[in-house]
């Protein structure tokens, strides 16, 4: 490739990325499939190793999904509800030890900061979760009523994650045949990377997801912190978020502690979850995310900020593997570039 | 039909059998179970050549192991003061090159060209060191078969020389 094939080829990629962002809502179903393919993927290619038809393998493994779900949910759901409706119940009793907590410390706080003398922290603070308790139960209904969200949940997302496992092999191959063979070891090795740094990422970060929950669960139901499944599963939510969702995630049941005025009780949930992130970075990463990404922690932030401003939560997910996979690709053609220099020269 | 085989048949993958038959029957692959066989099929890509194409030029880097599954190709290099393009071997269904690269990233010692339309599977490099690192038991048994391979064409040069 020449010095202006090399151009033209980022600029092509470059092109690629402005139009997805243009499209970006409609992209949304695509992406979520492309996720559960990469999640999938190595289950079928066991199955397919074995000999078996590579459709019945992925309507087994649909079916079984939809059972594991569906028997989730049946025990799931009953108790979020009631942690749900306990916690909304007890919102302004909460509020109200806030606004106790915050009364409290505010003198403490203007000798730190004096501008806050001009007005009222547990007001704002009080008003502001009267709001937010207001407020969130009212979404709830338009946000389950969203008939489009169930339209993506139920049909388009099954049905194109259930296309891209079916014929993942015959779009490579299709991706190989548009271009020149001789560039056939470049292509190869742009997919196969890209394949590597998606799927380790994202069966890596799942597996980490998984543990983190069900160890924050159990820990919090063992010191008897009140919703402890809300809480736990939040943890989990916030997990997607590299690095700072483990910090994100301990704040809000150490904060309903700290409130509740049960500050032995905080002490120990800060070790414990100091405990759990330290398990995650010596054991859990380590073991899960080693080989899939790479990147620097101040790349990793910029990474996770341009997602966020670009594509929201699905863009702080996606953040870290997609730049993984930019930096790959990158890597990739600077290498051939050089190599093909070195061979140049050698050979003149 | 018995109702075994037709119960196979809904099941069982005929083309994904087909191939691991084929690629059991490869040097480099002898001595694998049919699974490990399929596990590397699920790691390779294929690629259709049209007559008269580069499959991979000389002295570029190879990334990758070619196994020629139909067709014809021509391994040739530049030789001489005029850098002549001198047939080295011709390669028909079952053959494969480029194994070194499983070994190294260096650059290639002679170009192939597809000499008819030729369907080809690739293993990339990556790739396969990733599957040593999961099953090394599939790693020994293909580098020690590429070790055989080579033993044997370095045997085949030096007859030549002698």
Redesign the interface.
Known sequence: MTRNKYVWLMAGLLFVFWFAYQVRVALYPFLISVLLAYLFKPLV?HF???????W?IITVMFLIGILLAVELAVFLVPRLVEEVTIMKDTLPSITGQVKAFLVRIQPSLEKIYPPLRAQSLPDLVGKKLTELATSLPAHVPAMLGNLLGWLYLTVLIPFITFALLLDA?RM??WI??IFP??Y??TV??I???IN?VMSGFLQGHLMRIFWLTIITTLGLIYFGVNFALVFGLLTGVFNMVPVLGAWIGAIPPILLVVISGNMVLAVKLVIFFLLIHAFDNTVLSTYYLATSVNLHFVLVLFAIMVGAELYGVMGVILSVPVFSMIKVVTQILYH?YR??MR?QE??N | MSFKQWLENIYLDKEMKNKIDFFRKINIFKGLSNYDVGVLVTAMYRRTYEPGEVICPEHEIGKALFIIMDGEVVISRKAGLLKEEKVITRMKSGDFFGEMSLLEEKPRSGTAKAMSTCEIYIIYKANFDGMIEKNPRIGVKVIRNIAVVISARLRGIMGQLS
């Not at chain 1, 397919?48 to 590579?54: E, L, P, S, W």
Request: aromatic share 6%; no cysteine.
């Open positions: 290619n397919t190793a074995q000999g078996y038809k590579k019945l092999d490579a191959d190989f045949s063979s001789r056939t070891e190869l090795s997919i196969s990377e590597q051939d190599d093909k061979v050698g050979i």
